[in-house]
Nanobody, 128 residues
Framework: QVQLVESGGGLVQPGRSLRLSCAASGVKPIVYLMAWFRQAPGKERKDREGLSRISSLDDSTRYADSVKGRFTISRDNDKNTVYLNMNNLKPEDTGIYYC??????????????????WGQGTQVTVSS
């Protein structure tokens, strides 16, 4: 099982930026996907919104429409770490942000059911 540790959350004003990190350990040297999900206040685990994912095969990325153009996912292969740069944050971006991991590819790569391994989450609050 892969262990994931997120960091970088906090309280930020609307329009500002924040960078999240997710460090993975216990990763085997095979293709994997890492993704970021958001659980909005009052929502259940099954309703986590897939925001972005990146593939270790070719660094291909995918984004949800809600964050396209504002959020950027990237990774450091040597550190097995994935980042989420979030710009122009809005109050509706508030939530707990989770990092997720799976080996291989997935047809629905922004669906929470595609990922067996999850981090503990980091809180992001966007408020003035």
């Amino acid at each position: 099982q892969v262990q994931l540790v997120e960091s970088g959350g906090g309280l930020v004003q609307p329009g500002r930026s924040l960078r999240l990190s997710c460090a993975a350990s216990g990763v085997k040297p095979i293709v994997y996907l890492m993704a970021w999900f958001r659980q909005a206040p009052g929502k259940e685990r099954k309703d986590r919104e897939g925001l972005s994912r990146i593939s270790s095969l070719d660094d291909s990325t995918r984004y949800a429409d809600s964050v396209k153009g504002r959020f950027t996912i990237s990774r450091d292969n040597d550190k097995n770490t994935v980042y989420l740069n979030m710009n122009n944050l809005k109050p509706e971006d508030t939530g707990i942000y989770y990092c997720a991991f799976r080996y291989g590819d997935a047809w629905e790569s922004l669906s929470p059911v595609a990922y067996p391994d999850w981090g503990q989450g980091t809180q992001v609050t966007v408020s003035s």
